[in-house]
């Protein structure tokens, strides 16, 4: 906690600095009589600032300072001593007050009786830990385990206390699991194959790159930070290239924009490819110090891979791809960052490890401002102490079970001895978020009792037996690093929570004890603590070296965020690989291991069927991520309903015009929304955006079959799901 | 010489995201529906190539605010810096100046029953702060410029959804985007 | 809907002022208007002056602050507006005294000084709305709208008064008549200066005629002007139940027309 005296900072802030800029509060330009300014008006109470870190799934995870007055929240910014946070938050986080003081918070732990009925009855914390303790216990003592217990937790909130919900379960026995991710499976896989592991640059060094191509992301909605650095650099003179089959608000940007057919992308990089070693541009020394396996990859290049394939495939000409190829390889250093929709396809793994192998072959890897920049998890090197205590004695099984959690509501079907009876549902809106969500509604049915954690009554709230009121960042403590940047970032309480919302790390001890109330051992979890006690126990002797801080509370008095040291925000600086050969491997056997080519190939895209020949993408959204933030009403105010964005010759052929209700429709499902007729998309494409808008009954999803990439075992568990790969018929509703 | 202050907003760098809108939302804790700056999407044909352009607006501050005429209490003072600023505590909630303005500036505060705009957080400038937009957005493409100290040679005064400025003569101008290179397959 | 104490207001401002005039002007030419006519009369305008002024300060979000709203005169005609209705409905109540005390010499200087200040305040009022922000309403047609519903609602409302009372001389539908004809035109005039307007104009062309609204407007525009041609065909059947049909009819008719005028306003 920060006490601020009122005197307001009085520098100028910020680079917006034209000559003409005024020189501010030197001219004495009084204020008008009779008004009284803010800042005076507002003294009168006790005024404090905290940091907290925004946890959500998301590129920036910015470092936050919070303005509390009298015990409320006033003012909800960016922390200026972040320089990638820069003191400014996007639009989503901007709305935090509102998050906290929404009308629509859940406020107290509530009972439904008869899941989906919207009959909820406020219950106390004990009655709910009761109901929710004597089914445990009931569970494992009819099928001798725990294993009919199923967790779905992932990233509606990566603050590392919360992994609380992992330990508490951990903690009373071996369960099933919703394993992997939605995220980025192919693509960590790809990468993991070529490099050992997927590792960016620092997204600062934007600003150090001569060349930028941005592949299949969009910065602009899901990083604006990051877009900050890219626009910074641009006007530099980097040269900004967009790949995209879309033209994002950043291909709007761009120096060059490129419409690549959606999942040609690897065909396009091996294009470029086949161009560079043709042309002799490709670093020769890099190849031959640094990699394995080139020579093979270069004899399938060429027997495989020609430009006019290339230019037919992905619908991008020739001259276009050689003259691209050139300036990539002659530009340096370049910088490439593969968005996660790019390999949100059937073959996105394979089109990684291709683009991986264009960043190879010109010697961008290991370079201050260039590399093959995706993912990264240096920093999280935490204790994870929350998850360390372990199964209890007697309590039955060998180890956890998993599930794919992009196949969930099927794979719980499915699962038998025994089979799943009771799911715990955190930081997750599995039934706005999946694949086939009726499949995930069916496995729901299927459960004798459904818990779910959450601050709104979102579509999986309101089809479960009981929630848990969860405090938000601002009224819990906790830490949290970025899978993007280099930061790490406090999380001060900054208010006492709201009603009766606990964290996920107190529901954790407050089960454990009514558990071990009800059955002595039952649970490992300790069933109390300080939350500062806790969140002091996740830093080891590593992490406080690579960020230079002695504690937790050391960082939050001095500034609430660091930085990690410079010897790790250049991505393979030391050319020191964690493959199995070390070096960059063109040639992975370990990708054979894993059933695949060894070599970076193109693989052949999800072919439409017939009766359902157009692609629909579901990108994420400006005002959201995932289900999050987009029902505020702050933002429904923006924007009150999703819609369907269409090429006006699609339109034109069937009849739509803006405006007009659309019905989509595949197998798996039907939806309607409104039209709006627009060039962004291509004319095979319809683009609609994931969100949850209050009021609303819409999920991105529900046309979405449970189709997987082609990659993600290696890493992450289980592969990923292929969200762009989803045909539909549309007609005017 | 007197001041002419007034927002210089870099389309260009725009990337529509609404920030400096929320941010000025949640500073002020104004109501939920109530916006003192407006994101408004530009035609996808702005530039020649097609591309997603967004203009940030606020008060214009204009040089003859049809607001300050239209107010019947005097509420409306403009500035030596030529800040429009409305005084609340005057204001007796007839919502003329809301019809008054072409742009469509001052709100009407349903929990206040009083109007309310942008004052270019003047407070904040008396301070030597920049206004919270100014301030917070992510692209740094809101600036305040005296315009009696220079006129940007590549501003302009008026783009499409901007109501002819020779009504009330806005001080805000604007930055076109660039036409990047576009290969497109449609 | 939210502009309805802004439609009743000047609907109601309007017949007052048109029925002040008429009345002053018929007691003016020594019209044999019985002193007890003249005061119910009187009465009748102050009062729904008073009603007229109470609805206005609905529309404001601090009615008890509207004293405030003098204060701008020097610059804002809503100012103006106020205040010159303000005395205009001060002077009637004036009027109404002399009327009771029956000094005819007093009456009509007053009548005439509220006279005149009362159009300036229709005037004062219909200026408010002439604004470049609002393309359908910046135009002189606001003001001749504003004039012709005091011509037509105001000395109708006198003549009904009189027939009922019996005591009318004059024939009223004469004006009336005069008064639809001009209504007429400037309302043909409106429609085509705002479909060759900038877009918010042809937008609020667009809405106006597609509401069910304008054409019950349109119907009771036509039926009353009907109505008033044959009374003035046929001065003899000049009586109060035809009048006061008429004058309903034509209360509802521009009702309607202001209501439009006020929802289909489209902002720049």
Redesign the interface.
């Known amino acids: 906690m920060l006490k601020e005296s009122i005197s307001r900072r009085t520098f100028i802030k910020g680079s917006v600095s034209l000559s003409a800029l005024l020189g501010l509060g030197a001219a004495g330009t009084k204020a008008t009589k009779g008004l009284i300014p803010k800042a005076a008006a507002k003294t009168n109470g006790k005024v404090e600032q905290f940091y907290n870190a925004c946890p959500r799934n998301c590129y920036d995870t910015c470092s936050i300072l919070t303005t509390v007055e009298d015990g409320r929240i006033t003012f909800i910014t960016g922390n200026e001593k972040n320089t990638y946070t820069k003191g400014r938050l996007c639009v989503k986080g901007n709305t935090y007050p509102r998050v906290v003081y929404s009308p629509d918070r859940i406020k107290y732990p509530m009972r439904q009786k008869g899941r989906g009925s919207g009959n909820w009855e406020r219950i106390s914390w004990d009655e709910a830990y009761t109901i929710i303790a004597k089914k445990i216990l009931e569970i494992k003592k009819e099928y001798g385990s725990t294993l009919p217990i199923c967790l779905n937790k992932y990233s509606g909130n990566f603050n590392i206390l919360n992994y609380a919900t992992e330990g508490m379960l951990s903690s009373i026995g071996y369960t099933t699991r919703a394993q992997g991710t939605p995220c980025d499976p192919a693509g960590s896989d790809a990468q993991g194959f070529d490099m050992g592991v997927a590792y960016n640059n620092d997204p600062e060094q934007f600003l150090d790159a001569d060349y930028i191509i941005l592949w299949g992301a969009n910065p602009s909605w899901t990083s604006a930070h990051s877009m900050y650095f890219i626009e910074q650099a641009k006007e530099k003179g980097t040269k900004l290239v967009v790949i995209d089959p879309l033209i994002t608000q950043t291909a709007s940007k761009a120096d060059e924009y490129i419409q690549v057919k959606a999942s040609t992308d690897g065909a396009l990089a091996l294009g470029m490819i086949r161009y560079i070693i043709d042309n002799q541009l490709y670093d020769k020394v890099w190849v031959s110090q640094n990699s394995i396996g080139f020579k093979e990859f270069s004899s399938y290049v060429k027997k495989n891979i020609t430009l006019e394939w290339a230019a037919e495939k992905t619908g991008v000409p020739k001259p276009v791809i050689e003259r691209i190829a050139r300036e990539y390889a002659t530009a340096k250093p370049a910088n490439i960052w593969i968005g996660f929709g790019m390999q949100r396809h059937v073959n996105g793994g394979a089109m990684v490890r291709a683009i991986d192998a264009l960043a190879a072959i010109t010697g961008n890897i290991g370079k201050k401002g260039g590399g093959v920049n995706y993912i990264g998890g240096e920093t999280w090197g935490f204790n994870y102490h929350t998850m360390s205590f372990g199964a209890p004695e007697g309590s039955g099984g060998e180890k956890d079970r998993f599930v794919n959690m992009n196949n969930f509501g099927a794979q719980v079907l499915a699962a038998n001895e025994p089979p799943i009876k009771m799911m715990w549902i955190a930081c997750r809106n599995p039934l706005a978020q999946d694949p086939e969500p009726a499949v995930v509604k069916k496995a729901f049915d299927q459960m004798d009792l459904v818990v779910t954690a959450d601050l709104y009554m979102n579509q999986t709230v309101e089809y479960s037996d009981i929630v848990l009121p969860v405090t938000t960042p601002f009224e819990s403590a906790g830490i949290n690093v970025s899978y993007w940047h280099y930061w790490m970032n406090v999380n001060e309480q900054a208010i006492k929570p709201l009603y009766e919302t606990k964290s996920d790390l107190e529901i954790a001890m407050g089960l454990s004890k009514k558990l071990n109330q009800l059955e002595l051992g039952s649970c490992t979890f300790p069933v109390s603590g300080d939350p500062l006690e806790w969140v002091e126990k996740e830093l080891n002797d590593d992490i406080k070296e690579l960020f230079g801080v002695k504690s937790w509370d050391d960082l939050r008095k001095n500034g609430g965020t660091a930085k990690a040291n410079e010897s790790i925000t250049v991505a393979w600086q030391d050319l020191k690989f964690r493959t199995p050969s070390g070096k960059y491997e063109f040639y992975s056997k370990k990708a054979v291991e894993y059933g695949h080519h060894p070599l970076p190939v193109f693989t052949e895209e999800y072919k439409a069927p017939k009766e359902y020949p157009i692609r629909c993408m579901s990108p994420h959204w400006k005002f959201g991520i995932h289900s999050q933030f987009q029902h505020q009403d702050w933002l429904m105010a923006i924007q009150d309903h999703p819609f369907l964005e269409i090429h006006p010759d699609l339109a034109k052929k069937k009849s739509i015009k803006d405006g007009n209700m659309v019905k989509i429709i595949n197998e798996t499902g039907y939806m309607t929304l409104p039209a709006k007729i627009t060039k962004m998309v291509p004319a095979d494409t319809v683009v609609m955006y994931e969100g949850w808008w209050k009021g609303v009954n819409y999920t991105e999803n529900f046309t979405v079959k449970a189709l997987q990439e082609d990659m993600g075992e290696y890493q992450k568990g289980q592969r990923g799901i292929a969200f762009h790969d989803n045909f539909v018929n549309i007609e005017k509703a | 010489m007197a001041k002419k202050l007034g927002f210089l907003v870099n389309i260009e760098r725009c990337i529509g995201c609404h920030a400096c809108e929320i941010s000025c939302k949640s500073f002020y804790q104004l109501e939920p529906n109530m916006r003192r700056r407006r994101v408004t999407e530009l035609p996808e044909n702005l530039v020649g190539t097609p591309v997603r352009a967004f203009v940030s607006t606020a008060c214009n501050h204009c040089d003859e605010p049809a607001c300050k005429k239209a107010c019947p209490v005097g509420a409306y003072t403009k500035r030596e810096d030529g800040i429009v600023v409305h005084d609340q505590n005057m204001c007796i909630g007839c919502q003329m100046c809301g019809k008054a303005c072409p742009y469509g500036v001052p709100q009407y505060n349903p929990v206040k029953k009083k109007m309310d705009k942008c004052s270019m957080c003047y407070d904040r400038l008396d301070e030597g702060q920049l206004p919270i937009c100014v301030e917070k957005c992510p692209l740094e493409a809101i600036q305040i410029v005296d315009y009696n100290e220079v006129q940007p040679s590549n501003a302009v005064s008026v783009v499409p959804t901007f109501a002819d400025p020779s009504i009330t003569h806005p001080t805000t101008h604007f930055i076109l985007p660039k036409p990047g290179k576009q290969t497109r397959r449609f | 809907m939210h502009d309805l104490p802004l439609v009743i207001f000047t609907i109601l401002s309007q017949l007052v002022i048109g029925g002040f005039v008429t009345l002053w002007w018929l007691d003016r030419k020594k019209s044999p208007i019985s002193r007890q006519s003249g005061l119910m009369i009187s009465i009748s305008l102050v009062v729904l002056g008073a009603i007229s002024v109470i609805i206005s300060l609905l ?4 009615p008890f ?2 004293y ?5 005169i020097g ?5 103006r507006e ?1 205040t010159f209705y303000g005395i205009f409905v001060g002077l009637s109540v004036l009027y109404t005294w002399f009327w009771l005390k029956d000094e005819a010499g007093k009456r009509g200087l007053i009548g005439g000084i509220a006279s005149a200040i009362g159009v300036i305040a229709i005037f004062s009022s219909a200026k ?1 709305y002439m ?4 393309p359908a309403w910046n135009s002189v047609t606001t003001l001749f709208s504003f004039f012709l519903t005091s011509l037509i609602l105001g000395p109708l409302f006198v003549g009904a008064f009189l027939a009922i009372r019996s005591e009318l001389s004059v024939n009223i539908s004469g004006i009336s008549i005069t008064a639809l004809i001009f209504a007429a035109i400037v309302m043909i005039v409106y429609f085509s200066s705002l479909q060759g307007g900038l877009p918010q104009a042809v937008e609020a062309a667009r809405l106006t005629t597609h509401q069910l609204l304008f054409w019950i407007r349109l119907f009771t525009f036509v039926i009353a002007f009907a109505i008033l041609t044959f009374c003035f065909k046929n001065q003899h059947i000049q009586n109060k139940k035809i009048y006061s049909l008429v004058f309903v009819i034509l209360f509802v008719s521009e009702f309607l027309a202001r209501f439009q005028f006020y929802e289909t ?1 489209i ?2």
Do not use: D, F, T
């Open positions: 529309h404001l979000g601090h602050e509207a405030r709203a003098i204060l701008n610059v804002s005609w809503l100012s106020v408010i604004i470049p922000a609002i306003a902002h720049l």
